[in-house]
């Protein structure tokens, strides 16, 4: 095999200790371990190692569990609209520096509880953005009652799922913003030296259990080597998000298939039959898998994933899964094709930088010199992604 060799990039001509942070980030790593969570910790160490950020880590007090839970579930009755500003039992943070920037990322809406342990935020931070990666237009509604309030202290505020962007910014009165998810595409490429690719097919996640069975079924029959989850997935705890990112790359840049499917597939009680692009497909892609499954309705999909092949169809019912990848395996070529197109372009469009860069935009921050040395990183793998 070709062994390809990056380049050698220089951080920073000063050392990233010697320098004031501009940013103020806080972060919930240390007590929130769900696996749904580790693509945010991804995200914020991004960010972390291309600016100068202070990473606030918040940590629970006594009772923490026990009031953040009564706090949750009164959230959506209280009419007081003052219960969201209460600390659900986290240790305060006074804050003694100016920065540039206060930035929240939220997974969901009760993650906005942790925002009341900051105090001073508003008096110390020239301005500030809230990034809420998972909100459902048919959920605001419940947040009839807080929702407003809380979001108008923010300067600036995106939203992941696309289908909420106008609901969002009609419930608060001010305009919010699209800002899809993204991988750390460092992490997941397979280049410069590709592995092989020893696993037939990967699933991970939510599945549609049709296509799992035929899936299994063939397993049973030595005709694949399926690799899929037996826990309960993003519900569970990880003891490390760093090893459960870098093992999730590592298996995933050594399958040939990636089964996808949108965003909470088949939970219409949450979604309200909304759909979205899921984070499995930057995941899939920035692997080079030929991904496989449902590309989700919509000019969100089309827009984020333009190219031939992004998404190999699948009948809802599994029937004709085994056919389309040995269809597919009678094309290597083709294989070969789709898997370096989908790097490449995950490289180019997907990694967690080009959505930093988007806020600072809009928060009127200039960025950093690291940050375009990332964005040459990703640019010389996705040219090395093509001359493979």
Same mark, same amino acid.
């Given at each position: ?98 920065? =540039?920037? %206060?930035?929240? /990322? ?5 993650? +906005?509880?942790?925002?009341? #342990?900051?105090? &001073?935020?508003? !008096? ?121 990112? =870098?093992? %999730?790359?590592? /298996? ?5 298939? +990636?089964?996808?499917?949108? #965003?909470?597939? &088949?939970?219409? !009680? ?119």
């Amino acid at each position: 095999m070709i062994q390809f060799h990056e380049k050698t990039w220089e951080t920073a001509e000063v050392p990233k200790e010697a320098m004031k942070a501009r940013i103020c980030m806080p972060t919930a790593r240390g007590f929130k371990k769900k696996a749904f969570y580790c693509a945010q910790y991804e995200a914020q160490d991004v960010l972390f190692d291309v600016d100068d950020v202070d990473l606030i880590h918040l940590e629970p007090g006594r009772g923490y569990k026990f009031k953040e839970a009564w706090q949750r579930r009164l959230l959506f009755r209280d009419v007081t609209r003052k219960l969201i500003y209460a600390n659900p039992g986290l240790h305060k943070v006074r804050l003694t520096q100016e920065y =540039d920037l %206060f930035l929240v /990322m939220c997974q969901m809406e009760h993650d +906005f509880l942790n925002i009341s #342990a900051i105090e &001073g935020w508003q !008096d110390h931070c020239r301005t500030s953005v809230c990034w809420i990666q998972e909100l459902w237009a048919a959920r605001i509604p419940l947040c009839k009652y807080w929702i407003h309030s809380l979001l108008r202290r923010f300067d600036h505020v995106f939203v992941s799922t696309r289908g909420s962007v106008a609901a969002l910014s009609e419930a608060i009165g001010q305009p919010c913003r699209w800002l899809p998810d993204a991988v750390d595409t460092l992490r997941f490429s397979p280049y410069p030296n590709p592995p092989a690719r020893v696993i037939d097919v990967y699933s991970i996640g939510r599945r549609r259990e049709e296509i799992h069975r035929a899936l299994l079924e063939a397993a049973r029959r030595k005709e694949i080597f399926y690799v899929y989850d037996t826990f309960g997935g993003s519900m569970s705890d990880v003891l490390n998000y760093r090893e459960h990112r =870098d093992f %999730f790359s590592n /298996m995933a840049k050594r399958s040939r298939f +990636f089964v996808v499917a949108p #965003a909470k597939a &088949g939970i219409p !009680d949450e979604t309200g039959g909304q759909v979205e692009v899921g984070a499995r497909y930057y995941e899939g892609a920035a692997a080079g898998t030929v991904m496989i499954g449902h590309a989700p309705e919509g000019e969100a999909f089309r827009e984020l994933f333009p190219w031939q092949d992004a998404v190999i169809s699948l009948q809802a019912d599994g029937s004709d899964v085994i056919k389309t990848l040995s269809s597919l395996g009678a094309e290597p070529e083709r294989i070969s094709a789709i898997s370096r197109r989908n790097a490449a372009e995950a490289l180019l469009r997907h990694d967690w930088i080009y959505r930093w860069k988007e806020i600072l935009k809009v928060a009127g921050i200039e960025p950093l010199p690291r940050m375009k040395l990332r964005e040459q990183r990703l640019r010389h793998l996705a040219e090395l992604s093509n001359a493979c």
